[in-house]
């Protein structure tokens, strides 16, 4: 299985990005994905995570309210919409999916698939 994420760049704050991940096979067919992010000099964090059974989403109370995940089954693609971007989102955002039990979602250790990375970087 391969994931690809994709969409990153520059951009002002206050700024919107969508990344996307893709998979190799179908996205769907894993029970969550989700997103993470590191930042230069700091651990990887969670961003995100949606269930595949039902289509409930987490988020890490500094990006509520302005990151949304989505999915979408034609294009067989999970979407982070990031809205109100500030400079401290900047980082490299990974998708993750397959999470393992007895973890929680935001513990990178409880995920089995990694896409690589895209570089964000909120900046005037």
């Known amino acids: 299985v391969q994931l690809q994420a994709s969409g990153g760049g520059l951009v002002q704050p206050g700024g919107s990005l969508r990344l996307s991940c893709a998979a190799s096979?179908?996205?769907?067919?894993?029970?969550?994905i989700a997103w993470f992010r590191q930042a230069p000099g700091k651990e990887r964090e969670g961003v995100g995570c949606?269930?595949?059974?039902?289509?409930?989403?987490w988020y890490v109370d500094s990006v509520k309210g302005r990151f949304t995940m989505s999915g979408d089954n034609a294009k067989n693609t999970v979407y982070l919409r990031m809205d109100s971007l500030k400079p401290e989102d900047t980082a490299v955002y990974f998708c993750a999916a397959e999470r393992l039990g007895g973890t929680k979602w935001t513990d990178p250790k409880g995920w089995h698939y990694w896409g690589q990375g895209t570089l964000v970087t909120v900046s005037s």
């Open positions: 096979g179908s996205i769907f067919s894993f029970n969550a």
């Open positions: 949606m269930s595949n059974n039902d289509g409930r989403t």
